[in-house]
């Protein structure tokens, strides 16, 4: 009998002095983690240290602060889901990172740095804020649906992005890896593009590949995101053996791509003016992963022939209106595509 999905959450509050979150947040191995993706998103330092100061005397005020949220990891650690912009200043500021400025109750604070607040130095360290942790008993999947929902403020996290925080390890590192082949670090852009990607879409881009290689019995054909959640949380303890494995399995992939499309890789073959889709890269990157290099290099030309028949087919472009992630649109688009690929090999 399957197990009830869990729906609430396990966990419990403790307050923290601010000095004992800055010292395990600074420690050699910290085990309070402000991960990369929050330190690049941090907000209070665009236009100067204004806002970041404002929040400082807030605490020195002793008005209330908004309670944080950590994820307790299995080695104990806690890794900061909300209260980042404010944790950061906290450590900032404890780091001399900058000084006050903008100071409208404590105004014989301006321009001091921490190390020279005399008295208040030690108020701050002792001020306290209310930390509530999301112990490790708690399913994955409830903690990245918190994540998101804790994050839907003016600092919003990709899908992504909360996989890499919640899922780090070897499998992780190797989506990072391969995101940045040239293939997938601009895809979708054009050559005079200036757009950043910023949000880890390549890191998503390589962990579909992967994921579409294996069953999709577990999609429901309707929150691809959970689906994705899911297989990357399966892989979280892989061997180095098999990220050897998958990483070569994947370049060989692309390079197959490659090969036969050139600089149309990932388009849409039937038209003069197109852009790269998802949908052609999920297609071809399954595809062409068991052709053998050598059939590839002596059918390509039949390969790109019949990949732009199926485009122009009535029936694939039907695919392209029901959902582009409908599972059941994902299953005929492959049917289709087979059928004409096995012709090409022949």
């Known amino acids: 009998m399957q197990a009830p999905e869990q729906k609430t959450l396990d966990l419990y509050p403790i307050d923290y002095p601010f000095e004992t979150l800055v010292n395990r947040i600074n420690a050699a191995e910290p085990k309070l983690i402000l991960s990369p993706e929050f330190q690049r998103k941090?907000?209070?330092?665009?236009?100067?240290?204004?806002r970041a100061s404002k929040f400082i005397e807030s605490c020195l005020m002793r008005i209330p602060l908004p309670?944080?949220?950590f994820a307790e990891d299995d080695q104990g650690r806690h890794f900061v889901i909300d209260g980042v912009q404010r944790l950061t200043t906290i450590t900032r500021f404890f780091n001399d990172d900058f000084a006050l400025e903008g100071m409208t109750t404590f105004k014989e604070l301006e321009g001091k740095k921490f190390s020279s607040l005399g008295e208040y130095?030690?108020?701050?360290?002792a001020s306290t804020i209310r930390c509530i942790v999301l112990r490790k008993s708690n399913a994955k999947s409830i903690v990245s649906e918190i994540f998101s929902r804790l994050?839907?403020?003016a600092v919003s996290l990709s899908a992504q992005e909360v996989r890499h925080a919640l899922?780090?390890?070897k499998f992780d590192e190797l989506l990072s890896e391969l995101a940045q082949l040239d293939a997938i670090a601009h895809f979708g852009l054009g050559p005079a593009s200036t757009f950043q990607k910023d949000s880890r879409e390549g890191e998503e881009q390589v962990l579909r590949?992967?994921?579409?290689?294996g069953s999709l019995d577990a999609y429901d054909g309707r929150r691809l995101s959970k689906?994705?959640?899911?297989?990357?949380a399966s892989k979280s303890d892989v061997a180095s053996e098999d990220i050897e494995k998958l990483r070569l399995g994947f370049k060989k992939s692309l390079a197959r791509c490659e090969a036969v499309f050139g600089d149309e890789v990932f388009v849409d073959t039937s038209k003069s003016r197109t852009r790269q889709g998802m949908v052609y890269y999920d297609l071809l990157m399954q595809s062409l992963a068991d052709v053998s290099d050598k059939t590839v290099a002596a059918k390509k030309a039949k390969i790109k022939a019949a990949f732009t028949k199926l485009l122009g087919s009535a029936a694939f472009q039907k695919t392209l209106s029901g959902g582009l992630q409908n599972k059941a649109s994902i299953l005929r688009r492959r049917d289709l595509w087979d059928k004409l690929l096995k012709d090409a090999l022949a």
């Open 121 to 125: 130095r030690a108020e701050l360290e």
């Open 151 to 153: 994050n839907q403020g």
């Open 209 to 213: 590949y992967f994921a579409f290689r």
């Open 227 to 232: 689906f994705l959640d899911e297989f990357m």
């Open 42 to 50: 941090y907000k209070w330092d665009k236009e100067g240290w204004e």
């Open 167 to 169: 899922f780090p390890g």
């Open 67 to 69: 309670s944080c949220y």
